[in-house]
C-alpha cells in the first residue's frame, strides 16, 4: 500500500511478497514491511523479497516487540542455515528493524491496535466487522 505522503507499507511478508517486490524495488528504494506477527506463513517470503538483495533499497521491517529478544534476532532464526543459504547479516540492503510501538494506527482500511496482552498480537478493525490475523 503506498501511503499519503508516498510511503511504501507492504503488510506481512508470505509468499506473495516475491511478486511485490519486482514492482516496488523499481518505484521506490525505501520500503517499509510490517510484519503483524512472526509464524512462518507470515515471513517466509523475506528471502524471494527482491528488494532485501539490492544493495540501493532501504528496507525498514517493522514487528512485535518481544521481551525474549530483539526483532532482528528472532528473524535471523528463520534466515539462517540450514533453513536457508542467506543469513540475515549478509543481505545487501540497507536494512533497519524496528519495534511496532504499542499505539493504534487510522489507515484508509481500517484501524490497527494491539491485542490485550499479547506483543505478537494485532487486529485490524474494519467498520464494525473485527478480523484476527494474529492466528
Known amino acids: 500500500m503506498t501511503l499519503s505522503d508516498g510511503t511504501q507499507l507492504v503488510?506481512?511478508?508470505?509468499?506473495?511478497?516475491?511478486n511485490l517486490g519486482h514492482a516496488v524495488d523499481r518505484k521506490d528504494p525505501h520500503v517499509h514491511l510490517l510484519l503483524t506477527h512472526l509464524h512462518l506463513d507470515h515471513i517466509q517470503g523475506l528471502l524471494f523479497f527482491s528488494p532485501l538483495f539490492q544493495p540501493r533499497a532501504e528496507v525498514t521491517i517493522w514487528g512485535p516487540s518481544s521481551p525474549v529478544g530483539a526483532l532482528e534476532d528472532r528473524i535471523a532464526r528463520y534466515l539462517s542455515a540450514p533453513l536457508t543459504p542467506v543469513e540475515v547479516r549478509e543481505l545487501p540492503c540497507q536494512l533497519d528493524f524496528r519495534?511496532?510501538?504499542v499505539i493504534e494506527w487510522d489507515t484508509a482500511v481500517g484501524r490497527?491496535?494491539?491485542?490485550?496482552?499479547?506483543?505478537?498480537?494485532i487486529e485490524m478493525a474494519r467498520e464494525t466487522r473485527v478480523l484476527d490475523v494474529a492466528a
Not at 503488510?11 to 516475491?18: E, S
Not at 490497527?112 to 498480537?121: Q, V
Open 11 to 18: 503488510l506481512d511478508a508470505g509468499t506473495g511478497i516475491r
Open 99 to 101: 519495534d511496532c510501538p
Open 112 to 121: 490497527w491496535e494491539e491485542l490485550g496482552g499479547r506483543p505478537d498480537a
